[in-house]
């Protein structure tokens, strides 16, 4: 017969954010297959709450450990020996 609609566990969910693809009335709902559930959503991993904070706060580490401790400069790569804005030795 098919797949009862009441029931989850048989429905192929997908996820339900929406993207923007350019131009005048451009987004879609989003292709792939849904593997997070939050707030009676579904999410791909990509576009899941969770994943996209984890993501971003590994993203802050990084940029932390990279500035400078004295003007936060975030040209202050491992490569340099002193900063190119304030001087501060490594």
């Known amino acids: 017969m098919g797949n009862s609609v009441g029931s989850i566990k048989f429905m192929k ?12 009335l451009r987004d879609s709902q989003c292709s792939k297959k849904a593997t997070a559930f939050r707030d009676k959503k579904s999410y791909c991993t990509m ?3 969770e994943y996209i904070k984890k993501k971003e706060r590994k993203a802050d580490e990084k940029w932390k450990k990279d500035n400078c401790k004295k003007c936060n400069s975030h040209f202050y790569r ?3 020996k002193y900063c190119p804005h304030c001087g501060t030795k490594k």
Do not use: A, F, L
């Not at 969910?13 to 005048?24: D, F, L």
């Open 78 to 80: 491992s490569h340099y």
């Open 47 to 49: 576009h899941d709450p």
């Open 13 to 24: 969910k997908q996820c339900e954010q929406r993207i923007y693809r350019g131009g005048w």
